[in-house]
T-cell receptor
Framework: NAGVMQNPRHLVRRRGQEARLRCSPM?????VYWYRQLPEEGLKFMVY????????ESGMPKERFSAEFPKEGPSILRIQQVVRGDSAAYFC???????????FGSGTRLTVV | KQEVTQIPAALSVPEGENLVLNCSFT??????LQWFRQDPGKGLTSLLL?????REQTSGRLNASLDKSSGRSTLYIAASQPGDSATYLC????????????FGEGTQLTVNP
């Protein structure tokens, strides 16, 4: 079992470009979560998805950010028209259900220049 | 709103010491609590998961306890080693916060040889 796979590990974008972050959950896990860790800050919840459904997106900025978890393929976190303040580590986690622990991926470190 | 506090923020100890990391949370209505370890520039590694009905969990030199009614958890590390140096994060899944985890700011541990 390869664990939670995130790619790319590092991503550099110029202001105004789009960033696409990918996450493949652990085999057998149908719950996917995205968290953001800003420099020198704690981990903040962004969005919770199950296959083809967004369950809770209350932590995600209303503009420029979107997430999906299609029937086939990885979960995608998309940031349009990136700004310097989007520079952070973005972590994906998965779990098999509500009462189980999370398994985290290694993260994608986004740098906006 | 659930808030999670970890004390101390940083800790430096000589190798071989036993140590305790503290975590407190404001809303005792939780499903579970999870301790993670984060190495610099890396993802999160799950250490221990305690369900709300449990009092403690053990894994090797690690022991985590949970006192749900008082909103406290401790992570005990026995016979610390330099390889234990990392940031330790406590996270709770609250009954009223859906499936999200609320993280503390972490304790940065340094074990000196």
């Amino acid at each position: 079992n390869a664990g939670v796979m995130q790619n790319p590990r590092h991503l550099v974008r110029r202001r105004g470009q789009e960033a696409r972050l990918r996450c493949s959950p652990m085999k057998g896990h149908s719950h996917v979560y995205w968290y953001r860790q800003l420099p020198e800050e704690g981990l903040k919840f962004m969005v919770y998805l199950q296959k083809e459904n967004i369950i809770d997106e209350s932590g995600m900025p209303k503009e420029r950010f979107s997430a999906e978890f299609p029937k086939e393929g990885p979960s995608i976190l998309r940031i349009q028209q990136v700004v310097r303040g989007d520079s952070a580590a973005y972590f994906c986690a998965s779990s098999p259900g509500y009462n189980y622990g999370y398994t985290f991926g290694s993260g994608t470190r986004l740098t906006v220049v | 709103k659930q808030e999670v506090t970890q004390i101390p923020a940083a800790l430096s100890v000589p190798e071989g010491e036993n140590l305790v990391l503290n975590c407190s949370f404001t809303d005792s209505a939780i499903y579970n609590l999870q301790w993670f370890r984060q190495d610099p520039g890396k993802g999160l590694t799950s250490l221990l998961l305690i369900q709300s009905s449990q009092r403690e969990q053990t894994s090797g030199r690690l022991n985590a306890s949970l006192d749900k009614s008082s909103g406290r958890s401790t992570l005990y590390i026995a016979a610390s080693q330099p390889g234990d140096s990392a940031t330790y994060l406590c996270a709770v899944r609250g009954e009223t916060s859906g499936s999200r985890l609320t993280f503390g700011e972490g304790t940065q541990l340094t074990v000196n040889p």
